[in-house]
């Protein structure tokens, strides 16, 4: 893949973690086979992920009631955000794959990368009204979560005690990265990393190593298309009446947020169709 960027951003504090090690697999893999690859490693970077006035430089366009996105949005397009969130931005700019390598924590990602997004991925940067979701600007780039659990697989079905993994990974792959135009990949995930056998563990290591060698030949998951919805503020962003009308008598829902209240497919968010 020679000329292809990526970017990992990890968000693990400590070196000795299995995250890293995820990290250091996807690295060495990537470039060996010609990827040009950047890590943010976001806790040796000592990466602020707390969202203040400081986030812009000059004087904010309305000092009375400081709107946290409109004034990012402004200082965007006039050049005057902070400088580590416009490094941040440079990176994303230039790559063309990005995986998020973290820790599951409380059911979504650690503070420190919501942090990240938060500051980072900001409006006119990375979306606007006119262009979110398949016309976001990040349409040609392709994203992924990758990250443990202290939880069995089995905890995270739709019969387990956590509950099923498909309806939090919708807020992070939906919300978020699809928001923003990416592709999103399948996840991947390695569950309950701590209490597995060291085997089990050297087995999830060879299985990443081997899914990145091929990681740009990969379909994207499933998205309902922008066209299937009113894209109007008059009509309200909701699927079109003969969307629904197709969809009558089906036993399971489109996606796991367009559910129509009806099952969702399974697996929807875990793997491409
Ligand atoms: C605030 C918080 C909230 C949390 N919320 C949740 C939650 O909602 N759901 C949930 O399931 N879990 C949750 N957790 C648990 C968390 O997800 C796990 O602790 C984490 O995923 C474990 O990953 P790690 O990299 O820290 O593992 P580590 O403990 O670093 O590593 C696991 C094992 O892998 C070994 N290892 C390291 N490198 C290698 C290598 N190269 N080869 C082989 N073995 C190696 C380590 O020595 C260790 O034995 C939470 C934790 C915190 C702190």
Redesign the pocket.
Known sequence: MAGRKALIVLA?S?K??????MAEVAASTLRAKGWDVTISDLYAMGFNPVLSQRDITGPPKNPEHFVYETEMGEAWKEGRLSSDIVAEQKKIEAADLIIFQF?????GMPAILKGWFDRVIIQGFAYSVATIYEQGPFQKKKAMLSF????MESTYSPKGI?GDMNVFLWPMQRGMLQFCGFQVLAPQICYS??YVT?EA??QM?SAWQKRLATIWEEKPLSIVPNSWFEMSMERGFVLKQEVLAQQEGKKQGLTVGQHLGKAFPPSQQLKAP
Do not use: I, K, M, Y
Not at 16 to 21: K, L, R
Not at 103 to 107: A, I, T
Not at 148 to 151: A, P
């Open positions: 693990h400590e000795t973690s299995f995250n890293h090690a820790p599951l924590q409380w059911l443990t659990t202290s939880g956590n990393v701590r060291p563990r050297a290591l």
